[in-house]
């Protein structure tokens, strides 16, 4: 239920590339985050990498959210992952989720590790809804804070083993 007292209606993403005309929007969303907000050298250095993905979504050509990944050989990992306030909770970051998640497979890359702040209760609820479990505690894992952070990992299941758990 949302607590504002006023139902949000789902928005259908278009989820996408990110461009670097994006930025601004990205980064217009990005601020919110304080004190963890990344800048945009921050976003650009990380985006050089070529085994860095980042992708927006958009809703009625507006960029409502985003996500940073990075492809190692058996696990994506997610980076930086944010939806605009305004389109929190009307299933956004549920749309960026399963995006990532359709990329896994049992033949190449099996997980999704991200590390979540452990002052931030709606992204580790966000995530464990979505399948997500908390693996470890990473002691003062975050340098701008020294807050410690929950290793979440998505695993992923086979559809035949889908099935078995479904009729076992």
Not at 8 to 18: E, G, L, N, S, T
């Amino acid at each position: 239920m949302n607590t504002s007292g006023t139902f949000k209606a789902p928005c259908q993403v278009h989820i996408r590339w990110m461009i670097r005309r994006d930025m601004p929007q990205v980064l217009e969303i990005e601020s919110s985050r304080q004190p963890s907000a990344w800048t945009e050298d921050d976003f650009l250095r990380v985006l050089r990498q070529r085994n860095c993905i980042g992708m927006v979504a958009e809703c009625d050509d507006r960029i409502v959210g985003y996500m940073i990944y990075e492809l190692n050989k058996y696990k994506l990992q997610i980076l930086n992952f944010a939806v605009h306030e305004e389109f929190r909770r009307r299933s956004v970051a549920s749309q960026m989720a399963s995006k990532l998640i359709g990329k896994l497979s049992s033949h190449r890359r099996t997980k999704i590790t991200l590390f979540v702040r452990e002052s931030n209760l709606s992204a580790q609820l966000f995530f464990r809804s979505s399948g997500f479990k908390a693996m470890e505690i990473a002691h003062d894992h975050f340098e701008d804070t020294g807050e410690d952070a929950y290793v979440m990992q998505y695993v992923h299941k086979d559809p035949v083993e889908k099935r078995q758990l479904r009729a076992g």
